[in-house]
């Protein structure tokens, strides 16, 4: 086996899936790998503190008595934003053509609308207001996020890709728990909140593209435009690649089974758990209890796959140990279940995503539809993060009750780990 060292290779970014043998972290790639960590966070750091905290409280202040329902409502509507957006977000980048390459363009472009589109949420006073605006977001980031995506396939070679996916899993981890801990210190300030947020994802996409510039797209090759090949775009064949429909499936499933309690937890804590107003501020508290088990997992699992060159017994271990936190809370409807509950979902949650990224890269049916085919499997991770708190209202409102929701999500987190079996071309 050769070693092919990044340092020396006059132009690395050419560097991509095809490489084999081991690679040395240098140079660009060491760069790369750097800022995927603060630009991965600086997107999910919505994903964590809107949906689930200021969204969910700018719809209490507007009806509290149906507060789950609009809370579905709004949310399952700019979930249906985010299906649509990301593929296209995709297949657009993967042909568009400029100086700057394929990815940076849209990514800056979505930022700048998706903030833009945030502080239009801060400004609306009604319900239908903050869904048109909430839906503008959804579809703008999702046109970040999407090329962002693109990039490991891109740039990064196979065996190092453990190492990047624990990165980048870290920083939508770190994201999504840091954003519920940041939302609810900018609780009494939902608007600045929105503002903030805007701000920091603009400028930390923009400096991405700036210090990790693309080779220039604009000589090569593009197909042509055709209805077709915008419907194929939400598509990809189960039968001709089952390897890639296994690796979707058992994301979507995860995911939905995490974020459908994690998208409620400020009305768990104020309804279920009974801890009323004083709920806003344990949020920080369960985030903070939930990133030591994130950043210790994600830190552990990523080399470990690379090392032994093995990621589905990960993703198992993942499966069973957010199963066994969602356990907890169901059987003890407390303060201190809840904490136990973030511990152990916060080590099972973090261990999934230091490898599930690196596993999902490994079964992508096309080599130069990169960001077209990641924008498909996207689905599976933005998704349950809107989709999950609209259909965990629905269950919530028809059967009565928080508690319902966690064995609900336990078997979606076990069906996670079942669904990643088939997987034949990775380990």
């Given at each position: 086996?050769?070693?092919?060292?990044?340092?020396?290779?006059?132009?690395?970014?050419?560097?991509d899936?095809?490489?084999?043998g081991?690679?040395?972290?240098?140079?660009?790639?060491?760069?790369?790998?750097i800022?995927?960590?603060?630009?991965?966070?600086?997107?999910?750091?919505i994903?964590?503190?809107?949906?689930?905290?200021?969204?969910?409280?700018?719809?209490?202040?507007?009806?509290?008595?149906?507060?789950?329902?609009?809370?579905a409502?709004?949310?399952?509507?700019?979930?249906?934003?985010?299906m649509?957006?990301?593929?296209?977000?995709?297949?657009?980048?993967?042909?568009?053509?400029s100086?700057?390459?394929?990815?940076?363009?849209?990514?800056?472009?979505?930022?700048?609308?998706?903030?833009l589109?945030?502080?239009?949420?801060g400004?609306?006073?009604?319900?239908?207001?903050?869904?048109?605006?909430?839906?503008?977001?959804?579809?703008?980031?999702?046109?970040?996020?999407?090329p962002?995506?693109?990039?490991m396939?891109?740039?990064?070679?196979?065996?190092v890709?453990?190492?990047?996916?624990?990165?980048?899993?870290?920083?939508?981890?770190?994201?999504?728990?840091?954003?519920?801990?940041?939302?609810?210190?900018?609780?009494?300030?939902?608007?600045?909140?929105?503002v903030?947020?805007?701000?920091?994802?603009?400028?930390?996409?923009?400096l991405?593209?700036?210090?990790?510039?693309?080779?220039?797209?604009?000589?090569?090759?593009r197909?042509?435009?055709?209805?077709?090949?915008?419907?194929?775009?939400?598509?990809?064949?189960?039968?001709?690649?089952?390897?890639?429909?296994?690796?979707?499936?058992?994301?979507?499933?995860?995911?939905?089974?995490?974020?459908?309690?994690?998208?409620?937890?400020?009305?768990?804590?104020?309804?279920?758990?009974?801890?009323g107003?004083?709920?806003?501020?344990?949020?920080?508290?369960?985030g903070?209890?939930?990133?030591?088990?994130?950043?210790?997992?994600?830190?552990?699992s990523?080399?470990?796959?690379?090392?032994?060159?093995?990621?589905?017994?990960?993703?198992?271990?993942a499966?069973?140990?957010?199963?066994?936190?969602?356990?907890?809370?169901?059987?003890?409807?407390?303060?201190?279940g809840?904490?136990?509950?973030?511990?152990?979902?916060?080590?099972?949650?973090?261990?999934?995503?230091?490898?599930?990224?690196?596993?999902?890269?490994?079964?992508?049916?096309?080599?130069?539809?990169?960001?077209?085919?990641?924008?498909?499997?996207?689905?599976?991770?933005?998704?349950?993060?809107?989709?999950?708190p609209?259909?965990?209202?629905?269950i919530?409102?028809?059967?009565?009750g928080?508690?319902?929701?966690?064995?609900?999500a336990?078997?979606?987190?076990?069906?996670?780990?079942?669904?990643i079996?088939?997987?034949?071309?990775?380990?």
């Amino acid at each position: 086996m050769t070693t092919t060292s990044l340092a020396g290779n006059p132009n690395p970014q050419l560097i991509d899936g095809s490489t084999e043998g081991a690679v040395q972290i240098k140079g660009r790639l060491r760069k790369l790998l750097i800022w995927m960590l603060p630009t991965n966070i600086s997107i999910f750091l919505i994903w964590g503190a809107v949906p689930g905290i200021l969204l969910a409280l700018q719809i209490q202040h507007i009806d509290e008595s149906a507060k789950a329902a609009n809370l579905a409502l709004v949310t399952g509507i700019g979930a249906f934003g985010a299906m649509l957006a990301q593929p296209i977000a995709g297949m657009v980048s993967d042909r568009t053509r400029s100086r700057f390459g394929r990815r940076a363009p849209w990514m800056v472009l979505g930022a700048l609308v998706g903030g833009l589109s945030l502080i239009g949420m801060g400004l609306a006073n009604g319900l239908v207001q903050i869904t048109l605006a909430w839906v503008m977001v959804q579809i703008a980031f999702n046109f970040a996020q999407g090329p962002l995506s693109a990039v490991m396939p891109d740039r990064v070679p196979r065996s190092v890709r453990g190492t990047f996916a624990a990165l980048s899993g870290l920083g939508l981890m770190l994201g999504s728990i840091g954003g519920q801990i940041l939302g609810s210190q900018l609780a009494s300030n939902i608007p600045a909140g929105y503002v903030v947020l805007a701000g920091i994802a603009l400028v930390v996409v923009t400096l991405f593209v700036v210090f990790n510039p693309d080779r220039s797209s604009v000589g090569e090759p593009r197909e042509s435009f055709s209805m077709v090949l915008f419907l194929k775009t939400f598509w990809v064949n189960p039968v001709a690649h089952p390897d890639f429909f296994w690796g979707f499936t058992g994301r979507l499933l995860l995911y939905n089974g995490y974020f459908a309690v994690s998208g409620y937890q400020l009305y768990m804590l104020q309804d279920y758990i009974g801890l009323g107003e004083s709920a806003i501020s344990y949020v920080p508290l369960l985030g903070m209890i939930s990133l030591v088990g994130i950043i210790a997992a994600s830190l552990v699992s990523g080399p470990l796959s690379d090392k032994f060159g093995r990621r589905k017994i990960f993703v198992v271990i993942a499966s069973v140990l957010l199963a066994v936190a969602l356990l907890v809370p169901f059987v003890s409807p407390t303060l201190t279940g809840m904490m136990i509950y973030s511990a152990i979902s916060g080590v099972g949650f973090g261990c999934f995503q230091a490898v599930d990224t690196a596993l999902i890269t490994e079964v992508l049916p096309s080599k130069t539809d990169f960001g077209k085919d990641l924008g498909v499997v996207n689905i599976a991770a933005t998704l349950p993060q809107t989709l999950a708190p609209a259909v965990a209202g629905v269950i919530v409102v028809s059967f009565g009750g928080y508690g319902t929701l966690f064995p609900v999500a336990m078997v979606l987190a076990l069906l996670g780990a079942v669904a990643i079996l088939p997987i034949k071309s990775v380990r």
